[in-house]
Nanobody, 112 residues
Framework: QVQLPAPGGGLVQAGGSLRLSCVFP????????LAWYRQPPGKERESVAS???????YFEASVTGRFTISRNNANNTLNLQMSALKPEDTAVYYC??????WGQGTQVTVSS
């Protein structure tokens, strides 16, 4: 079972910051590429960022330079640090392992 702690999402003003965290089972965390996706209102789910087991990262163009993805090996946690948030970042955010093991979504709303 993938846990996505409720704290982390929420409402923030444009220009603000939020941090999302997702705790995976140890074997899942250790063995797979981890990623964040989001689904804006009325749109398809889209990739945000990913990180390999070796720590290599990938970011979608729209979040490059504003978002940071990291994995904490001590507690099997995947993090997404979001800064300089924009209204268009408003979405339900999901963590995922191996493209198939999904956490529950958390709402992020950025007000203008």
């Amino acid at each position: 079972q993938v846990q996505l702690p409720a704290p982390g999402g929420g409402l923030v003003q444009a220009g603000g910051s939020l941090r999302l965290s997702c705790v995976f089972p140890a074997n899942v965390f250790r063995d797979y590429v981890l990623a964040w996706y989001r689904q804006p209102p009325g749109k398809e789910r889209e990739s945000v960022a990913s990180i390999t087991t070796n720590g290599y990262t990938y970011f979608e163009a729209s979040v490059t330079g504003r978002f940071t993805i990291s994995r904490n090996n001590a507690n099997n946690t995947l993090n997404l640090q979001m800064s300089a948030l924009k209204p268009e970042d408003t979405a339900v955010y999901y963590c995922v392992a191996d493209g198939r093991i999904w956490g529950q979504g958390t709402q992020v709303t950025v007000s203008s």
